[in-house]
Antibody, heavy 120, light 109 residues
Framework: EVQLVQSGAEVKKPGESLKISCKDS????????IGWVRQMPGKGLEWMGI????????RYSPSFQGQVTISADKSINTAYLQWSSLKASDTAMYYC?????????????WGQGTLVTVSS | SYVLTQPPSVSVAPGKTARITCGGD??????VHWYQQKPGQAPVLVIY???DRPSGIPERFSGSNSGNTATLTISRVEAGDEADYYC????????????FGTGTKVTVL
């Protein structure tokens, strides 16, 4: 059974850096990608990007390119999402999700979410 | 980028049928997936490849996709079906690889 466990809630100030994690305790971490999805308060789901840990190939949504960095550590089956300088508008719930199916077209498994609050 | 449009809200009485639409250009040529999200919880996949149900999802949930519209149908609606529902496609022709719909709040009256 695939299980994605995310790091805990964070409260940060504008300008601070942050790295949140998603540990995959299921199958084939290096075969399937791990994607990240943002949900701002009261809003819908937005795909941010995806990493394929096998070869570290990373794709970003144009909306998030340059705003965040996605990485992975194959040795501990963990993917990361990081910011170098947070803004108040980064306040949101962030989910990691594992794609499945042909061309990995849908997200069958989701983490529990990490709430990031950025406030002065 | 590809846009998926859903009605903001759908209201339905218990025991009745709820239909949630998802509109997109030539959507019938793509595979559509649906997620249910209850308050304070992560999304859950309820339909994949237009009409397939993951194990554990009740048969009351079904899907279809044709033309410019995909539809998620919830039959014999229960109070526990009250949630936000999102459609999603993978658009390999775009840098926006995964596109989610705008979301629909289903209210059980």
């Amino acid at each position: 059974e695939v299980q994605l466990v995310q790091s805990g809630a964070e409260v940060k100030k504008p300008g601070e850096s942050l790295k949140i994690s998603c540990k995959d305790s299921g199958y084939s971490f290096t075969t399937y990608g791990i994607g990240w999805v943002r949900q701002m308060p009261g809003k819908g789901l937005e795909w941010m990007g995806i990493i394929y840990p096998g070869d570290s190939d990373t794709r970003y949504s144009p909306s998030f390119q340059g705003q965040v960095t996605i990485s992975a550590d194959k040795s501990i089956n963990t993917a990361y999402l990081q910011w170098s300088s947070l803004k108040a508008s980064d306040t949101a719930m962030y989910y990691c999700a594992k794609p499945s199916g042909g061309s990995w077209s849908y997200f069958a498994f989701w983490g529990q979410g990490t709430l990031v609050t950025v406030s002065s | 980028s590809y846009v998926l449009t859903q009605p903001p809200s759908v209201s339905v009485a218990p025991g009745k049928t709820a239909r949630i639409t998802c509109g997109g250009d030539n959507l019938g040529s793509k595979s559509v997936h649906w997620y249910q999200q209850k308050p304070g919880q992560a999304p859950v996949l309820v339909i994949y490849y237009d009409s397939d149900r993951p194990s554990g999802i009740p048969e009351r949930f079904s899907g279809s996709n044709s033309g410019n519209t995909a539809t998620l149908t919830i039959s014999r609606v229960e109070a526990g079906d009250e949630a936000d529902y999102y459609c999603q496609v993978r658009d390999s022709s775009s840098d926006h690889l995964y596109v989610f719909g705008t979301g629909t709040k289903v209210t059980v009256l």
